[in-house]
């Protein structure tokens, strides 16, 4: 079971280092969702798999059966979740607008923050740099 | 009252935070809620550090649960200078942000957003506890990604997606570390695994579980390798985010580094004390020199930023009482300096027309209070004596001697002169030269200019009383690195007395 667990973990893991490479800025965030998810099923398999018995303390006993479930990190892995959810809703309508303002997902072809400040009027050079790179693609 | 106290840097901003969302149509009340609620987190924090130096670490368990199976709130010197340095710093931009701007700032939901920075900052520095510390971590990324993006400009965007893209890279590694740790040791409580850390079987998995804890708060703090968000983001926010992200949000990322490692890997120095200190060298030169290379006053000052950073680990890389104290003064000395910087480079874009050194010229004349401003916290930054960045500087140097860490401390040195080339050029450029071009007449209005000015003096002030009364300062960090040295301690207090039992049932 925990070698199952390992073996998932590290796929996805990988297959998130790889999307996280991509320049394509949705491809990215895909890759971070499969990061997240790869970090929630460490922290479960870390407290302990392969047990069904509930975690309650039954009538007359002072404390857990030894080989209850742990429910704690349930509880981190849903804090966690609800937490990459919110990171990646935000960042998916960040990667939007940036679609709507450059007309690319591209993290190459951005460079607005680049530019220095004092071409207060947008250079020329690198607005038709872009457009080459784009026909050139 | 100490548990009450515990809680206010937290509770505060939530309700500013809250109420701001609330009044989301009428600006004006916004800031005023805003600016009340500043005073009373830097009132709260004031009353909470003379607590802490009155009676020591403040530990206050969340619902009544005992450590280690709730949260532990736990505030002790370090803590409790954060987050006071917290407070000054709200303040100081609540009424910065007062200035030029506000209006649209307001209406794009700045307050709210501010309010939330601060109280995810002020839990970070307030909790006991591993997770707890990611959900604050993450409490403050979020507010930082809008406040970020807030103007909505092209180059807001771009920026914004370099910061949130490396930044959600960087939790996930916390989460992943918080896992793996959290397996070996059975406990999340920082008291706890200190205790159970040097027991623990598998020593190889617990030290790469701390490397990925090192590679996040690094990631957070900006060190080298792993800084390229901060320069690719930060010098397009508005400029009272980017001030209090430049006075906080790295520091946050440090305090958990000093935090982490001088508790929980303490006995795994051998291994860490190099790495933290190979990356500290690095992080001091790369910043220094990336900051020479460049002629915009917020790039400049943004590379600043990550040198800094450098000094601040040499205490958690040598780990000796002077180091970490030097460490403590640092920071609190930087935090006040940098955002001071940032603040006067956005009343000279306001008075000069334009952050690129090669259209400024002449302000010196046209604004002396705005150059001397300017040159308390940059000869500050640079170490020029008797400002607080030369305490500050001197205190890690002569730790380094000491420690017999030379080539450290040689780094130190050189990296201050080039600090200061850096904060000349901008004073020859910006201030002393001629100017190029004619300056914007008149360009503040009375109020706009009360609100652009006051945190400038304020913060110099806070400046100039660190340099030349010293010695509190100094006597309160060596007060802090004993306090961060004595593991038992930390332990007892947020432990009490017969843990042993407990963290057996958690198990």
């Given at each position: 079971m925990d070698a199952m667990f390992a073996l998932t973990v590290g796929v996805l893991v990988a297959a998130a280092a790889w999307l996280l490479l991509a320049r394509d800025l949705l491809r990215g965030l895909l890759g971070f969702v499969l990061l997240g998810t790869g970090a929630n099923l460490t922290i479960f398999a870390a407290g302990r798999t392969g047990t069904m018995v509930p975690p309650l303390v039954p009538p007359g006993a002072e404390a857990l059966a030894a080989d209850a479930a742990n429910a704690l990190p349930q509880a981190l892995v849903l804090t966690a979740i609800v937490i990459g959810f919110g990171l990646a809703a935000f960042a998916l309508v960040l990667v939007m607008r940036a679609h709507a303002a450059f007309?690319?997902?591209?993290?190459?072809?951005?460079?607005e923050a680049e530019r220095p400040d004092d071409a207060a009027a947008p250079a020329p050079a690198p607005a038709a740099a872009v457009a080459g790179r784009k026909e050139a693609a | 009252m100490r548990q009450a106290l515990l809680v206010a840097p937290i509770l505060i901003p939530l309700a500013a935070c809250a109420i701001t969302a609330m009044l989301w149509q009428r600006p004006a009340a916004q800031r005023r809620v805003g600016l009340a609620a500043a005073v009373a987190m830097l009132l709260a924090t004031l009353a909470l550090l003379a607590e802490v130096i009155g009676g020591g670490m403040v530990v206050g368990q969340m619902g009544n649960?005992?450590?280690?199976f709730g949260i532990s709130l736990v505030v002790d010197h370090l803590s409790a200078a954060m987050l006071v340095i917290t407070g000054v710093m709200g303040l100081a931009v609540a009424i910065y942000a007062m200035g030029e701007g506000a209006e649209e700032r307001d209406r794009a939901g700045f307050q709210p957003l501010f309010h939330a920075l601060l109280m995810g900052v002020a839990g970070a520095f307030s909790t006991g506890d591993l997770f707890n510390l990611y959900v604050w971590f993450e409490v403050m990324l979020i507010a930082s990604f809008g406040l970020l993006v807030l103007d909505r400009t092209r180059e807001q965007l771009d920026g914004g997606i370099r910061y949130v893209m490396l930044n959600l890279v960087g939790t996930t590694f916390f989460l992943l570390a918080v896992g793996l740790v959290y397996g070996l040791?059975?406990?999340?409580n920082l008291a706890d695994l200190a205790r159970v850390a040097p027991t623990v079987e598998n020593q190889g998995a617990l030290a790469a579980a701390g490397m990925l804890l090192l590679i996040a708060f690094g990631a957070k703090a900006a060190v080298?390798?792993?800084?390229?968000?901060l320069p690719a983001s930060y010098h397009t926010a508005s400029m009272p985010v980017a001030a209090i992200f430049a006075a906080l949000l790295t520091k946050v990322g440090v305090y958990a580094i000093i935090r982490v490692f001088t508790l929980v890997y303490a006995h795994d120095h051998a291994l860490f004390g190099p790495v933290l200190g190979i990356v500290a060298m690095a992080t001091m030169v790369v910043g220094v020199l990336g900051a020479a290379a460049h002629y915009d006053i917020r790039r400049i000052l943004s590379f600043h930023i990550i040198s800094q950073i450098g000094y601040m680990l040499v205490g958690v890389a040598l780990m000796t009482p002077l180091a970490i104290a030097g460490s403590v003064l640092y920071v609190i000395h930087h935090i006040v300096v940098k955002a001071n910087l940032f603040l006067v480079a956005g009343a000279v874009r306001r008075r000069g027309g334009s952050f690129a050194l090669r259209r400024l010229g002449g302000l010196w004349l046209a604004a002396p209070l705005l150059g001397i401003g300017f040159l308390i916290p940059a000869m500050s930054l640079a170490g020029?004596?008797?400002?607080?960045g030369f305490w500050g500087k001197l205190v890690v140097i002569r730790a380094g001697l000491e420690a017999e860490a030379y080539v450290l401390a040689g780094v130190a040195l050189a990296v201050g002169l080039l600090t200061l080339y850096s904060m000349v050029k901008i004073w020859n450029e910006a201030f002393w030269k001629a100017a190029p071009e004619a300056l914007p007449a008149a360009p503040w209005t009375r109020a706009e200019r009360f609100a652009t000015f006051a945190p400038i003096v304020l913060l110099c002030g806070v400046t100039l009383t660190i340099g030349f009364w010293t010695e509190p300062f100094a006597a309160f960090s060596l007060d802090a690195a004993e306090v961060l040295l004595d593991r038992e301690g930390y332990i007892a207090a947020v432990l009490?007395?017969?843990p042993a039992q407990l963290a057996e049932v958690a198990r």
């Open positions: 007309g690319t997902v591209s993290a190459e072809e951005m460079d | 649960w005992p450590a280690p040791t059975g406990t999340l080298f390798p792993l800084f390229n968000w020029i004596p008797p400002l607080s009490g007395t017969p």
